[in-house]
């Protein structure tokens, strides 16, 4: 019965007297979208004003100035102009002004004065020149999205007091921005807790500052299994242990386990070499792959020999090992070298000028063994550049 009353009152063919009151009950019972007259919307009108203001000022492709202004909304133009106006009076290009509203649309709302000047005083404050600023901020935008007393300064600060130096705290924020990004303060925090050094902190710091994005307990049960592993926290090879297993995830972690297996190493044996050298699980299944093959195979070694050496892992098979090979097996085929795994994997790691020093400048009477290396090294070279 309601819904013929409301369909005969929506289109005026009620056949059906009601009394007033009877109307007023009817009319109350319908949805209030119904009886209100339809504002006219502005927000398709301000939609398009923002992509033109971000097309004609920003210089912006009209794609990204569509995706764009989903993120950010202003009816007049004077806050997006005072922000335009401040970053090309502090020297920045259209091309990295374009860029930083790309990436951080909402600093079009901020007022200059008060959001940006203060973080640009502070980084000049650390000796760092309005153009290499303008590249920093380029290079990364959310930069200027960040708390000045709540996350920048505290992170610097605190890099500032690992590094032992404010200037060598500035070249590290020059080279590496997005360390303001993340939860160093947490890391460092859970690192201290089990005794490791402050320099090896800075080191995971500096070179792996995105491995801090974790959640402090996931990063604490990180530092956990290193630990109960038998890795010692006062050398640097616990923060590459950490590096390891945050680096890989689980899946990828069982695959080289695995691969390593598949070459006849026991588990003892991969968690010994681990515990030793943690960069033998950093390294590509296709690396681990190809030195295993070189050593065992080309070699002739057994792959417990290697596993007992899990630092031959950190050489580059085309750029070290095989140069050194012809050599190597040239001086062992004359009883030049003893032969023993120990004393070659010795001379396969070895700095270039000890290389050169033992196996080549002492071998006055065997001239061929300089030109074998040397067209080996010439040959990689040459690889390497046509590869490229």
């Known amino acids: 019965m309601f819904y013929f009353f409301s369909k005969t009152l929506l289109h005026g063919r009620c056949t059906v007297t009601a009394s007033p009151t009877q109307k007023l009950c009817l009319l109350q019972k319908l949805p209030f979208s119904l009886l209100s007259p339809k504002p006219i919307s502005t927000n398709a009108n301000q939609h398009s004003t923002v992509v033109s203001y971000l097309i004609n000022s920003c210089e912006l492709s009209p794609k990204s100035a569509l995706s764009v202004s989903k993120k950010v909304h202003f009816e007049t133009p004077e806050k997006p102009y005072l922000v335009l106006s401040f970053l090309k009076n502090h020297g920045f290009s259209q091309t990295q002004i374009s860029k930083i ?50 996350k920048i300064v505290p992170i610097f600060n605190l890099l500032e007091e690992l590094l032992k130096s ?54 604490n049960q990180t530092v956990e299994v290193v630990k109960e592993m038998g890795v010692n926290p006062m050398r640097s090879q616990f923060i590459i242990a ?22 006849g190493w026991s588990q003892e ?100 063994l300089l030109k074998l290396y040397t067209d080996k090294l010439d040959l990689c070279k040459v690889t390497k550049l046509r590869s490229v």
């Open 101 to 150: 509203i790309e990436k951080a649309p909402r600093l079009l709302l901020c007022k200059p004065e008060k959001t940006l000047l203060p973080k640009f005083e502070f980084f000049h404050s650390l000796g760092i020149s309005s153009s290499d600023l303008a590249t920093l901020i380029y290079i990364s935008p959310r930069l200027l999205t960040l708390g000045l007393k709540s």
């Open 269 to 368: 044996q991969i968690i010994a070499a681990f515990v030793k050298f943690p960069w033998c699980m950093i390294a590509s299944e296709g690396k681990i792959s190809a030195l295993m093959d070189f050593f065992v195979n080309k070699m002739g070694w057994e792959a417990s020999a290697v596993a007992k050496r899990p630092f031959l892992f950190s050489g580059s098979l085309e750029k070290r090992y095989l140069p050194r090979a012809s050599v190597i097996q040239f001086m062992l085929s004359k009883g030049l070298l003893e032969q023993k795994v120990s004393t070659v994997a010795g001379m396969f790691v070895c700095p270039e000028k000890d290389f050169i020093r033992k196996c080549l400048t002492s071998l006055k009477d065997e001239p061929q």
């Open 242 to 263: 950490i590096v390891a297993l945050k680096a890989n995830r689980k899946a990828l972690w069982e695959k080289k386990v695995n691969l390593y297996k598949s070459w």
């Open 166 to 219: 404010k200037d060598k705290a500035t070249a590290a924020v020059k080279r590496m921005p997005i360390i303001f990004y993340y939860n160093i303060e947490g890391t460092v925090a859970a690192l201290r807790v089990h005794g490791v050094p402050d320099a090896n902190i800075a080191l995971f710091i500096r070179k792996w500052p995105r491995l801090s994005m974790s959640s402090p307990d996931q990063f």
